[in-house]
T-cell receptor
Framework: EAQVTQNPRYLITVTGKKLTVTCSQN?????MSWYRQDPGLGLRQIYY???????DKGDVPEGYKVSRKEKRNFPLILESPSPNQTSLYFC????????????FGPGTRLTVT | GEDVEQSLFLSVREGDSSVINCTYT??????LYWYKQEPGAGLQLLTY?????DMKQDQRLTVLLNKKDKHLSLRIADTQTGDSAIYFC????????????FGSGTQLTVLP
């Protein structure tokens, strides 16, 4: 089954404790991205990757890092999480940079206390 | 910059039609989308329309685009309880995922 998976689905952590949210897709997609969803703000893009070893900032990259060492994986790293990073995070992928064929993961709800 | 606006809430009775509205500011938008997000799930693309079209129909869904007013609407005929979800309007230039801008989402509640 074609899918985008994220782990963990739920995470509660404390300020400053490094964490990684994993994202994996099994469709051999070149393009992957991370979004955060906040009430009343819709989805905002954090980082995207056009292909292996090619990543770039989206609209709200501050406080986040990503890496793309393999085509299928695109982890989101919070080196020192803060409460304003409490949010719902989505990973998405598409064959290329095409918005009409993006697949979204199920989401990771992160709470930073 | 680009901006996409939607009302936050809509309630309808089961069997009625729902109309969810969206306005956007970027006149160069070429692709306009409607996504559905069910509780605890990711976004699912419902339908999209090119900016050179006025209308697109797909079973119970009708999308209307007024390019002059930069207004997009999604009509759901015979709304069912399974249609309860958050609906996001989004726009993109040239269909690029990098340039996809989402609205804030409209929570549709279908009452029995």
């Amino acid at each position: 089954e074609a899918q985008v998976t994220q782990n963990p689905r739920y995470l509660i952590t404390v300020t400053g404790k490094k964490l990684t949210v994993t994202c994996s897709q099994n469709m051999n997609h070149e393009y992957m991205s991370w979004y955060r969803q906040d009430p009343g703000l819709g989805l905002r893009q954090i980082y995207y990757s056009m292909n292996v070893e090619v990543t770039d900032k989206g609209d709200v990259p501050e406080g986040y890092k990503v890496s793309r060492k393999e085509k299928r994986n695109f982890p989101l790293i919070l080196e020192s999480p803060s409460p304003n990073q409490t949010s719902l995070y989505f990973c998405a992928s598409s064959l290329r940079d095409s918005s009409y064929e993006q697949y979204f993961g199920p989401g990771t709800r992160l709470t930073v206390t | 910059g680009e901006d996409v606006e939607q009302s936050l809430f809509l309630s309808v009775r089961e069997g009625d039609s729902s109309v969810i509205n969206c306005t956007y500011t970027d006149s160069s938008s070429t692709y306009l989308y409607w996504y559905k997000q069910e509780p605890g799930a990711g976004l699912q693309l419902l339908t999209y329309i090119f900016s050179n079209m006025d209308m697109k129909q797909d079973q119970r869904l009708t999308v209307l685009l007024n390019k002059k007013d930069k207004h997009l609407s999604l009509r759901i005929a015979d709304t069912q309880t399974g249609d309860s979800a958050i609906y996001f309007c989004a726009e993109s230039m040239r269909g690029s995922a990098r340039q996809l801008t989402f609205g804030s989402g409209t929570q549709l509640t279908v009452l029995p």
